[in-house]
């Protein structure tokens, strides 16, 4: 019984050494004889499934010891609801604008749709840090394949420099993806690219925390063949339903379209958005009464 | 008895090995020795001419202040400060770093260095070392572009926004900003409001303290206003002052001046190639 003691605790030692994930993961250890309960929490720890998104994040976390830092030294999180739907002639992208430390709103106005190239844009969700780090990398990566190329970069090499990065550092990373753009070839294109690294053309794509509430819809709501005016209406009617009942998205919707003409930006502000099952007109708010008229902001 | 043991992969970059060998300690319940922290409030917010930076002086080392009057606005460039909150160490050391490589850089370029420049670079180390280095920054600067305020969190992610706020206090400042905050403040006003977001971390958070320090940076220069406010005096003071007595005898004073070996000549020939 002692032996075991040691070796156990060897074990418990080693399974904290090395660099990535999947050696643990893999078990590669000296000993092979683990307790019941050890092997249980391995299974969990592989799998992931048991634990469910947050408590993946939890995983990575360094948990401190001061209850009133904890939550804002959680990392940046994106908990989020984002949209690519496409239309005939382009695609519409849309986002809510909410970035949580823990249960703080760290930005309540971030723009979760950036751009990769003229005529491509992404929406990021996951792990803040981890989605704008991948999106820089790909647009320096998709600026040099533009250049050598000699034309405009295709949606699909935009979406497959998104996948190679998510899928061989899957290890690390932690972010979802969604990849909507026009080009000449193919058109208005959306890919999604979740957070294991698969690529997946779709003619509309959800991710984030908020689309939890949105597949029932979206299986009823979307068809073939809209117009530019009903699939952004249905992006935005989409994030407001999102926002209603998700807590961890909110703020403003922010949409993209981008056809053949070019990309437009929209901003929806959250009092302009309609008003859901027991949600009620504000009273007495501040957005109307600090409205009042200020000088116009610096311009150089 | 299998061979395979667990080898760390032969490639570069930061090994985070001692790290997860800290979590499994901590787990155990030995804790590393406490550091130096800033708990802190940081505040800035853009106004008409340029951008307002805001801090209070407050280190803290677990439950002790061991620095009532620290600086927390650090020097980036001529024209772009940086407010920093989390492990003083680790503030301090990214800002300096950054500081010289924007140096560096306006030698190369020649011109005035851009806030998004030390935007990237501080974003690009902080992502690097995934959230290890825990410094939490409120950058701000005005360039040719304009006037810019970023945040940056330690785990290497960036915000732009018109008034930010970071660190223990960050709550009760960001209520003060969110009532009170328009566009186009007057310098005055807005130099009003920072010391206001700053005093409510101050009153409220027990990780912020002491005094209120401003910098205003506007397209002409800038302005470090150092202790602008010190809602803090010390309640008790001894008016006779401090006299420590002398315990060490002087027996004897010598000077001798340093030979000079070599003769300096002024303005001489340039170097021949």
Redesign the interface.
């Given at each position: 019984m002692h032996v075991r003691k040691i070796i156990r605790e060897i074990r418990?030692?080693?399974r904290?050494?090395?660099?990535?994930g999947k050696?643990?993961r893999e078990g590669?250890?000296?000993i092979?004889l683990l307790t019941k309960e050890e092997n249980l929490r391995n299974k969990s720890v592989r799998s992931g499934k048991d634990l469910g998104f947050w408590g993946r994040q939890e995983q990575r976390q360094?948990?401190t010891?001061m209850d009133?830092?904890m939550d804002?030294?959680a990392?940046?999180s994106m908990g989020t609801t984002i949209i690519g739907v496409t239309y005939n002639g382009g695609v519409v992208l849309g986002a809510d604008s909410r970035?949580s430390?823990g249960m703080?709103v760290?930005?309540r106005?971030?723009d979760k749709i950036t751009q990769l190239t003229d005529n491509v844009y992404v929406c990021r969700s996951g792990?803040?840090?981890d989605s704008?780090?991948v999106s820089d990398y790909v647009r320096y990566f998709l600026h040099q394949h533009t250049i050598q190329l000699g034309q405009p970069a295709t949606v699909k090499v935009a979406a497959n420099l998104i996948r190679l990065i998510s899928y061989n550092n899957k290890n690390?990373l932690e972010t979802g993806l969604i990849v909507g753009g026009w080009d000449k070839y193919e058109g208005g294109k959306i890919y999604g690219i979740p957070l294991g690294g698969t690529l997946i053309e779709q003619p509309f794509a959800i991710g984030g925390s908020g689309s939890s509430y949105l597949y029932g819809f979206f299986d009823q709501a979307w068809k073939e063949g809209m117009t530019k005016d009903e699939a952004e209406q249905l992006v935005v009617k989409a994030v407001s339903l999102a926002i209603a009942r998700d807590g961890a998205s909110g703020g403003v919707v922010r949409t993209v379209v981008i056809n053949s003409e070019g990309v437009t930006r929209n901003f929806y502000p959250g009092d302009t958005l309609q008003l859901w099952h027991e949600e009620l007109e504000p009273q007495n708010s501040?957005l109307d009464i600090?409205n009042?008229p200020?000088?116009?902001?610096?311009?150089? | 008895?299998?061979n395979?043991?667990?080898?760390?992969?032969p490639k570069g970059g930061f090994?985070?090995?001692l790290?997860?060998?800290n979590?499994?300690l901590?787990k155990k319940g030995v804790?590393p020795p406490s550091f130096r922290k800033t708990?802190t409030t940081i505040v800035g917010l853009?106004?008409?001419?340029?951008v307002i930076l805001g801090a209070d002086t407050r280190a803290t080392e677990g439950p002790i202040v061991c620095d009532k009057n620290c600086e927390k606005i650090h020097y980036m460039a001529p024209n772009i400060y940086c407010c920093g909150a989390g492990t003083a160490a680790d503030t301090e050391a990214v800002t300096d770093m950054v500081s010289s490589q924007l140096q560096l850089h306006r030698y190369h370029t020649g011109r005035e260095s851009r806030v998004v420049t030390a935007l990237t670079l501080l974003?690009?180390h902080?992502?690097n070392y995934?959230?290890?280095v825990?410094a939490a920054l409120v950058l701000g600067g005005v360039d040719?572009?304009?006037?810019h305020l970023h945040?940056i969190?330690?785990?290497?992610?960036?915000?732009t926004?018109p008034f930010a706020t970071m660190?223990?206090g960050?709550?009760a400042a960001m209520a003060v900003f969110e009532?009170k905050y328009?566009?186009?403040l007057t310098r005055n006003e807005g130099i009003e409001l920072v010391t206001e977001a700053i005093c409510s971390g101050i009153f409220n958070d027990?990780?912020s303290g002491s005094n209120v320090d401003v910098c205003v940076i506007t397209?002409g220069g800038k302005e470090y206003l150092r202790n602008h406010l010190q809602p803090n005096p010390r309640t008790y003071t001894n008016s006779k002052g401090y006299s420590f007595p002398k315990k060490t005898e002087v027996l004897l004073t010598k000077i001798i001046p340093l030979k000079e070996k070599v003769e300096i000549i002024e303005g001489g020939d340039a170097m021949e190639e």
């Open positions: 418990k030692v080693g904290y050494l090395g660099n990535y050696f643990y590669k250890t000296p092979v360094i948990r010891k009133l830092n804002l030294n990392p940046h970035t430390t703080y760290a930005n106005a971030s792990s803040a840090a704008q780090l690390m501040l600090l009042s200020s000088p116009e902001p610096m311009n150089i | 008895m299998s395979s043991v667990i080898e760390v992969p090994s985070f090995d790290c997860k060998r979590e499994m901590a804790n708990g853009v106004f008409q001419d340029g974003k690009r902080l992502f995934q959230g290890h825990s040719v572009t304009g006037p945040t969190y330690p785990h290497g992610s960036t915000d926004l660190g223990s960050s709550l009532s328009k566009e186009g027990l990780g397209k």
